[in-house]
Every structure is written in C-alpha cells, then in structure tokens.
Antibody
Framework: EEQLVESGGGLAQPGGSLRLACEAS????????MSWVRQAPGKGLEYVSG????????SYADSVKGRFTISRDNSKNFLSLQMNTLRAEDTAVYYC??????????????????WGKGTTVTVSS | DIQMTQSPSSLSASVGDRITITCRAS??????LNWYQQKPGKAPRLLIY???SLQSGVPSRFSGSGSRTDFTLTISSLQSEDFATYYC??????????FGQGTKLEMK
C-alpha cells in the first residue's frame, strides 16, 4: 500500500523551530516530486513547498520563503520540512503529499494523489 | 502567482441533486486543473486531474470540464457521502501550485 506518514508536529513558541518529517512506503519514492500542504484551523488548503524527485528544483509559498526549508533523502524515503522563525499564523495541520504526473515531457500534468494523515503544528506562547 | 477563485463558497443540496461547482483562474492554465474532496478531520482526496480525468476509484457521478480560465466540477446525483468541502487546484507550474478557497457542500 502506498503510504505517507508525517511526524514532528507539536507546540512551538513564536520565533522557535520545528522539523517535520514524512516517511514514504509502498512506492519508489525517488521517482516522485513531493510537497507540503497546510490547513489552518477552519481554513482552506495552502500549498507550502514542493521539491522535485531529485531535489534539484524547490519552491516555497511567499508566506514561508526564507523561514522554511524542504529537503528529501531518497535513500531513506524521507521528506522533511525545517520550519524556523515560527509565527502564530503557521499554526496548522501539515500534510505531506505525493506529486504524481502523467503526460509527456512537453505536457506533464501534476496532481497530489497520495496524502498523509497530517501532523499538527501549534505556535503559541 | 496564479489565483484560483471558486464559487459558490457554500452550497446546500439534497441527495439525488445534480450540482456544479465553478473554479476560475486568474490567467490561462490550459487544463492544469485538479479537484479534491475533503471531509472533516481527513486528508484531501484527489477526484479529478487534468481538468477532466477521473482518478482511479472515484465514482463516475463525478466529472470535470473546462479549459484556460474556467472549470467546473459536477456531481450528477448526490449521495450522502458526497457532503464535504471541494477544492480546485492549479498545477500549471508543477512546483508553484495554488488552491481555490474551497466550496462547502452541505445537506439541505
């Protein structure tokens, strides 16, 4: 079974740090781009960051740029999100999602087809 | 950044109804549009990718259409398990993805 399991959430103080991890199983992790998506309490989904299968291409939402760092270890099937200088508005459930693609090299369609259950991050003093 | 706007924000309907949710992009995204369903306390579930392709295992009462800036998700005959929140998502740039604000589908 293709599965993603997040860990590392918890309570952090404003200005503090947390490191989230996502362990993949049941598929060839190194062949997929991966992403983090978050959902603040009672709010919609927000794309946080994405990383290509090799790690060579990375993107961040403007709201986390310069504070969060995404990385991956294809040998261990792990995706990580280092979150620094945390703010109250970073409070959310953080989901790890696989970015599948279909099509041809001139026209790839990407979509998030496997999701973890999420890990909760609370930033509060 | 490409902005995605869904309408309506909420919708009341009954079992058996046909419903349509609309998603508009701030610029042309061709057919790089996906739809997700989310139930309370659960992770999102992919329904439709590439604007109109049904994800494996998703019932055929779900369908998607549209291109460039205007897209729709249709549920042909609502079932009780379909009451949830629905999100559109653009993947025109695979690593600069954005979601719509969501449409909450409630039972009338």
């Amino acid at each position: 079974e293709e599965q993603l399991v997040e860990s590392g959430g918890g309570l952090a103080q404003p200005g503090g740090s947390l490191r989230l991890a996502c362990e993949a199983s049941g598929f060839t992790f190194g062949t997929y781009a991966m992403s983090w998506v978050r959902q603040a309490p009672g709010k919609g989904l927000e794309y946080v960051s994405g990383i290509s299968n090799s790690g060579g291409s990375i993107s961040y939402a403007d709201s986390v740029k310069g504070r969060f760092t995404i990385s991956r270890d294809n040998s261990k099937n792990f995706l990580s999100l280092q979150m620094n200088t945390l703010r109250a508005e970073d409070t959310a459930v953080y989901y790890c999602a696989r970015l599948a693609r279909t099509g041809d090299p001139f026209n790839y369609y990407h979509y998030m087809d496997v999701w973890g259950k999420g890990t909760t991050v609370t930033v509060s003093s | 950044d490409i902005q995605m706007t869904q309408s309506p924000s909420s919708l009341s309907a009954s079992v058996g109804d046909r419903i349509t949710i609309t998603c508009r992009a701030s610029q042309s995204i061709r057919t790089y549009l996906n739809w997700y369903q989310q139930k309370p306390g659960k992770a999102p579930r992919l329904l439709i990718y590439a604007a109109s392709s049904l994800q494996s295992g998703v019932p055929s009462r779900f369908s998607g259409s549209g291109s460039r800036t205007d897209f729709t998700l249709t549920i042909s005959s609502l079932q009780s398990e379909d009451f949830a929140t629905y999100y559109c998502q653009q993947s025109y740039n695979a690593l600069q993805i954005t979601f719509g604000q969501g449409t909450k589908l409630e039972m009338k």
